[in-house]
């Protein structure tokens, strides 16, 4: 199973190479770093999904709400069974 999660980009390290295009992304305040490579219209601000550490597509605000939406009922439905 794959799992891939959207986050926020709060900020960007651009190279020569644009392969080596790299960008903090924030996960509910877990921050982690991501290429960016697949995703050259990103910027600082924009949601994307990441998968395996690549951002693999953009999503909007509204979209990725909703996500965490989820995660937060799943995270509910969980403590239930604990």
Known sequence: MCLAVPGKIISIQEGEDP????????????????SLAYVPEAKVGDYA???????????????????????????ELAEGYQ
């Open 19 to 34: 392969l080596a295009r790299t960008g903090k992304v924030s996960f509910g305040g877990v921050v982690k770093e991501a």
């Open 49 to 75: 999904i990441v998968h395996v550490g690549f951002a693999i597509s953009l999503l909007d605000e509204s979209e990725a709400a909703r996500t965490f939406e989820y995660f937060k009922q799943l995270d």
